[in-house]
């Protein structure tokens, strides 16, 4: 080493400790994002879905040294990567009819989908998780400024506002016909989507024991969903929940589920592993249905629209139903009963 590189070495030691900064940490910072994905890939935590997130990162920003991953780099980043087209994957031979090839149709004209700010959040976390790790392991000062600074982009851009046209749920169950198996079964589960306004994981997880009714008392009658079973388990304020049964679910159930009523434990719906599966089922319904831009959750988005048009039953008396923990989600369907707050106030004078 040359007497100059020695003095500029000590001089940055200096520096680094005349700042409150570990000398260790110099050294750190000279690594590229790259070196540090591939530590965090080799600790053994980490799940395939976060491989393959950290994967593309070392490809997009793998050379970046990790002392140059500023607050303006990352805003970059995340701009940039919305305005990405998603990639065709390498292996892929054809177009697949459910899937629209990877293209959307804005303005009359097809072009190709990019990535959505959920999407984008992966990245996000995948990257931030990363790099706290690294820097607990090798007990450096975790820089998290740049994150401060850029928020994680939503879950979700917008709610989704599809309802059923008319005439639409009929050409769904008629669809359910064309199908292999299980023609009576995708019938049964579409119906159960709107009636009950379960999410699809809460209705594939429900055991013959979560249904409880009363043939005598119908209005006693509900479905038990067990803070387990819920997408929001883990959230603050989770609990267990009873679902009424509006008069069609009733009939539903008594009708069409309870004669084939097997073991306490069973599920109600053995037929689909899980909701992926049950969404591909419902894909090629919509296509023979030629329902355009349809998803399985959309059946619940009908339910609850029925409950805000149909019923007097409040915001939490819903949301005790749907399992909405913040009541502001429910606030977009208000608009669906306009006319019920002027009623309240006239039949109270």
Known sequence: MKKSDAAAWATSVENTINEGKPVQQRKQLQKTLADIFDDYLDSGLVTDKKERLLRRLAVEIGALKLEDLNTKRLALYLQLKSEQAIPVQARKKVEHPLYEGGKKIVGGEVVAKTYKPASIRHYYYALRTALLWHAKVNDYHFNDKPFR????????????????????????????????????????????????????????????????????????????????????????????????????????????????????????????????????????????????????????????????????????????????LELDTLKRYAKLRPSSIGERLWAQT
């Not at 292999?180 to 119906?191: F, P």
């Not at 008594?254 to 592993?273: G, Y």
């Open 149 to 324: 600074d850029n928020p994680p982009p939503p879950a979700w851009k917008e709610p989704r506002e599809r309802r059923l046209e008319d005439g639409e749920l009929e050409r769904l169950l008629n669809a359910c016909d064309k199908m292999y198996v299980n023609q009576q079964h995708l019938k049964d589960i579409i119906e159960f989507q709107i009636y009950s306004c379960m999410r699809a994981g809460e209705t594939l997880m429900m055991r013959w024991k979560d249904l409880i009714f009363d043939e005598k008392k119908p209005t006693s009658s509900y479905i038990y969903v067990p803070k387990e079973h819920q997408k929001i388990r883990n959230k603050r304020g989770a609990e267990d929940r009873e679902v009424s049964m509006r008069r069609e679910l009733f009939a539903l159930v008594k009708d069409r589920l309870l004669p084939r009523k097997a073991e306490p434990e069973d599920r109600v719906f053995p037929f689909w592993s899980d909701s992926n599966v049950l969404g591909h089922r419902f894909k090629v319904i919509c296509k023979n249905a030629k329902s355009v831009d349809l998803k399985i959750h959309d059946l619940r988005h009908e339910g609850i629209s029925w409950l805000f048009e149909n019923t007097n039953l409040t915001d939490i008396q819903i949301s005790k139903m749907t399992g909405h």
